[in-house]
């Protein structure tokens, strides 16, 4: 693929998530198109149908989170650990939004749900890391943290809630989840 082509598909996949995910299946391939600067005909070329865009969009949701999660693996366990459940956590309605417009249309396809295994052992790792550094509660497994995120990103997918209030939220999952002291 042609690098201006990429970076067509690229940006095409950016507004798709960012559409899609505000406005559900009420989201349009038009707006898709005037938000990534390209003609409706190029989002077609990509990706022929509107069911193809949501789910490459949703494939591009897990891979970003997923390599994030491995890109912190140099980080301070600590820190890393903060870091992408505050990511998952904010980027959680979006994500929901996708799946939700995926799940109507016909079911989870398996592409998203590999993405999504993927997604989990990553986070699985980070969250071995912080554990194995002190940081995490030694007791919580992925399966109790991944109802955590998914519960705050719901909460905020369904109702307006501040930045600040969602950041304190998260502050109090990420602090219910620190290794009790004392």
């Known amino acids: 693929m042609r690098q201006d082509a990429r970076e067509n598909r690229e940006r095409i996949l950016a507004a798709a998530e960012e559409v899609f995910g505000a406005h559900g299946a009420a989201g349009s391939t038009e707006e898709v198109a005037r938000r990534a600067g390209v003609g409706i005909g190029t989002v077609f070329r990509h990706f022929p149908t509107k069911e193809e865009l949501i789910e490459a969009a949703l494939l591009r949701h897990f891979d970003h989170l ?3 999660a491995h ?8 820190a890393a650990w903060r870091t992408l459940v505050r990511a998952m956590i904010v980027s959680g309605a979006t994500k929901l939004a ?6 109507d249309r016909g079911g989870f396809p398996d592409s998203a749900a590999a993405a999504s295994n993927r997604l989990k052992a990553a986070v699985s790792d980070v969250l071995r890391r912080g554990q194995d550094a002190g940081a995490v509660r030694a007791s919580a497994t992925v399966e109790e943290v991944y109802l955590l995120i998914r519960g705050l ?11 600040d209030t969602l950041d304190r939220a998260i502050d ?5 989840l620190s290794e009790p002291t004392g």
């Open 66 to 68: 997923t390599g994030r």
């Open 153 to 163: 990103a719901q909460a905020s997918a369904t109702m307006p809630t501040p930045p």
């Open 98 to 103: 996708l799946i939700s417009v995926l799940t």
């Open 71 to 78: 890109a912190l693996a140099a980080d301070d366990p600590a």
């Open 172 to 176: 109090v999952v990420l602090a219910g």
